[in-house]
């Protein structure tokens, strides 16, 4: 079975055409204007003939919390969600009425939130009141497909059955987020009702005390609409030292750059705390699982975050840089591992497994 993954960003577009043994046959990436249905058209064009296509939908909104095939209420209940994710979703459901047009194939709604679902409820609620929880307030959690292959993966090179493992999974890539999984399942995560709680991330503030939000917006003056924009696209790392890019962060830290060194110190203090809230949700840390662009290819970042925990066993690490690998493994201490991101892989997979059952 061959499989189109469509997987749209806020500014991004990464498509590509995954066999049954998980291999790219074809794929292209393109950003700013070009990342549209223009970009999908002509992928169409040369990619060939496929039997289904998946799109990653960031947010499934309250009654979407699995991949889904879908119809048009199913694309009614998703751009529901949108509001929950205005970055990403609005983007993605534009190639989904697309890919409906061109392609006469299943099409299958891959939901970051899905792999989430499982939190239970003292993880998952908010302490707000119930009028609020009723339309639909709670901890969602993202990143989910990625965390769904890397705890796969992760117990493969593991060489243990994913059921019996413990670990905590970090995704540091734009976004950054946190998990605790036990059993092959997410038992919590940082991210909350929408992608921008928890960790700092590079353009993204991560979680803020809503009092300092609530006083910008009554005493300062400050409109809720800039608040918004500030705290997607204004604040995290670039905020803290005007760079967003890790790799130029490490190297403006690296030559004597003290705003840049400070910054780093934030970004690493905030993901140690957010991994240490995690470890809570466990009985004990198996392994502790890299992932995302940063993740897999940072190793000042993976050493800092190793530093940062030695309170949960960790120690130092091995500085390999690219691919799956164990990168500490050591006697009654958690392993480190590292996990190339492959959302397109277990978009097709889950594709895959919708369209078996049917």
């Not at 119930?130 to 705890?151: D, I, K, N, P, Q």
């Not at 998990?179 to 993204?204: L, W």
């Not at 809230?277 to 662009?293: E, K, P, R």
Request: glycine fraction near 10%; include cysteine.
């Amino acid at each position: 079975m061959r499989v189109l993954t469509v997987n749209a960003g806020s500014s991004s577009l990464k498509l590509s055409v995954v066999d049954a043994d998980d291999r790219v046959l074809t794929s292209t990436e393109a950003d700013g204007d070009g990342a549209g249905p223009d970009a999908l058209r002509a992928f169409v064009d040369v990619a060939g003939d496929v039997d289904a296509v998946a799109h990653r939908i960031v947010h499934g909104g309250p009654s979407i919390r699995r991949a889904t095939l879908v119809d048009d209420d199913v694309r009614s209940r998703l751009e529901e969600a949108a509001a929950l994710a205005p970055l990403h979703v609005p983007a993605a459901l534009r190639l989904l009425d697309s890919a409906r047009r061109l392609i006469d194939r299943p099409q299958i709604a891959c939901v970051d939130t899905a792999f989430h679902s499982t939190i239970p409820e003292s993880a998952s609620t908010y302490a707000i009141p119930l009028a609020w929880r009723e339309l639909g307030v709670r901890r969602y959690g993202f990143h989910g497909l990625s965390y769904a292959w890397a705890t796969r993966r992760a117990a493969e090179l593991l060489d243990r059955p994913v059921d019996r493992l413990q670990m905590l999974i970090t995704h540091i890539g734009s976004g950054v987020s946190v998990c605790a999984v036990r059993g092959g399942r997410s038992v919590d995560t940082s991210m909350g009702f929408t992608p921008m709680e928890g960790a700092v991330m590079a353009t993204r503030s991560g979680s803020v005390d809503p009092g300092a939000l609530l006083w910008l917006q009554e005493a300062q003056g400050v409109a809720a609409a800039e608040i918004s924009a500030s705290l997607e696209h204004s604040s995290g790392l670039l905020a803290l030292c005007g760079l967003s890019d890790m790799r130029e962060v490490e190297v403006a830290g690296a030559g004597g750059d003290v705003t840049s060194s400070a910054a780093l110190d934030v970004y690493i203090h905030s993901l140690c705390r957010n991994l240490g809230a995690m470890a809570a949700s466990l009985d004990h840390v198996d392994a502790l699982v890299f992932t995302g662009g940063v993740g897999e290819h940072s190793v000042l970042v993976r050493s800092r975050v190793c530093a940062g925990l030695r309170i949960l066993g960790m120690g130092d690490v091995s500085t390999a840089d690219g691919g799956d690998a164990v990168i500490a493994r050591r006697p009654q201490e958690p392993w480190v591992v590292v996990v190339t991101a492959r959302e397109d892989a277990q978009m097709a997979r889950e594709t895959r497994q919708i369209l078996s059952a049917r």
